[in-house]
């Protein structure tokens, strides 16, 4: 596992890829060119990165809390203990076939949300959000994984929103400039589904 460290002032921002199964074979495309930019770029606070947390492992949901009893779950919390990000993010991927059960209705939790081109948004699992306070910003992004090539540059527009605005409220306003539909939906779930947006 590999981590990397962007040192800055302030707010702490966690970015973290592959948690399950073999999609940090994805994640890692998207958050490796990501790391390459913030060699180059302007970012607010301090940046880490993690592209994938685990090479390959059996496939258990983050909703489950038999997840954060693995070696990857629990390697998860301690990286979270360790930097304590104000600011986090959570990479997954999906199969095609997948998409439905992802965006429908029929969840415990609320549906991902299509932000375009098959890319999904919600907040972070409920079990996980309870790890931060309600003042943090806590963002799952779910790749198409059969054309994370195609839409690579969105997420990392996502993810530089996430590395250069300081607070909650700030990515809240520019995600909403980029996707008003999406975040009201967000929202609008966020109160039916009684939960922290994001």
Sequence with gaps: ???FEFKGNG??????GGLHGN????????????VN???EDNYVGNVVVVPKLVENSRYIST??????ETIEGKTLIKIIEKYRPNV????????EESYKKLTGNDRKVPPLIDIG???LIASISPILRNKFDKEDFCMTVEIPSWKVHEVKDEIIKILKIGSKYPTRDDIIKKLKEYYPESIKMAKDFSKRYHLVLF
């Design 1 to 3: 596992m590999e981590i």
């Design 11 to 16: 707010t702490t921002k966690l970015f973290v």
């Design 117 to 119: 081109n098959n890319i």
């Design 23 to 34: 999609e940090g074979k994805f994640t890692e495309i998207v958050l490796k060119d990501f």
């Design 88 to 95: 986090y993010f959570e990479l997954h991927t999906y199969k």
């Design 63 to 68: 909703l489950s809390e038999k997840y954060y």
């Design 37 to 39: 930019l913030l060699r």
